[in-house]
């Protein structure tokens, strides 16, 4: 916000059309100040491709590093109480092996032989596929973050879902300039639910 007084301004706009506003720069601090792992992509880049999000990174892909990019557009969010999926449409794949690297895998990345444009059917064949991924195919991912026990087993997530989705979903997720604009959409019908889930939430 120092760097672009007008953010709030760009945010209450959004607001008053049921849009949430996140600015990129946002995103990009996040990764940037998350404590790093051995096995986190490293050099993280978030650009806007509408109406996709190119991402790129330095990652481990079984022993061999290399510098992968692709447009990532989100077809569509499922947001429950049991379930948090997102169906993602993977286009513009790009791997190149950085460094001197004989493994098979660089073998067949500098040979053309991976069919990038359908990097979900390479997905089925990942040895240690994130529990997360729960379905992949063609250009086609669809993530489930409510498989990752962290944020299955949190109560408080959980119990804020509960309160949130029986009145507001979230129908879209798009890049405008440099911000990530969240479409809600809202249903009156769902505050008997979601009353009743607030005060569950309270009393635990």
């Not at 079984?62 to 077809?75: E, K, N, P």
């Not at 040979?111 to 990038?116: C, I, M, Q, T, V």
């Not at 109560?155 to 798009?174: A, K």
């Amino acid at each position: 916000m120092v760097k672009n007084p007008t953010t709030m301004l760009s945010m209450a706009r959004h607001a008053l059309g049921m849009r949430v506003a996140v600015p990129l720069d946002a995103v990009r601090w996040f990764i940037a100040n998350t404590p790093p792992s051995k096995k986190a992509p490293q050099d993280v880049t978030i650009t806007p491709r509408p109406p996709a999000i190119g991402i790129g990174a330095t990652i481990d892909l079984m022993g061999t590093t290399v510098r992968a990019g692709a447009s990532i557009r989100v077809d569509r969010i499922e947001v429950g109480e049991q379930s948090f999926k997102v169906t993602l449409k993977i286009s513009d794949v790009t791997m190149k092996v950085l460094g001197e690297s004989f493994t098979p895998v660089a073998g067949l990345i500098k040979s053309g032989a991976l069919d990038l444009s359908k990097p979900g059917n390479l997905a089925k064949f990942m040895p240690k596929k994130p529990a997360v991924l729960v379905e992949a195919h063609d250009d086609i991912g669809v993530l489930d973050l409510m498989q990752n026990p962290k944020f299955a087993e949190n109560d408080r997530v959980r119990g804020v879902l509960g309160t949130l989705t029986p009145v507001v979903q979230v129908s879209g997720l798009s890049p405008e300039g440099d911000s990530l604009i969240l479409q809600l959409r809202a249903s009156p019908f769902g505050i008997p639910r979601a009353l009743n889930a607030a005060r569950q939430l309270a009393a635990g």
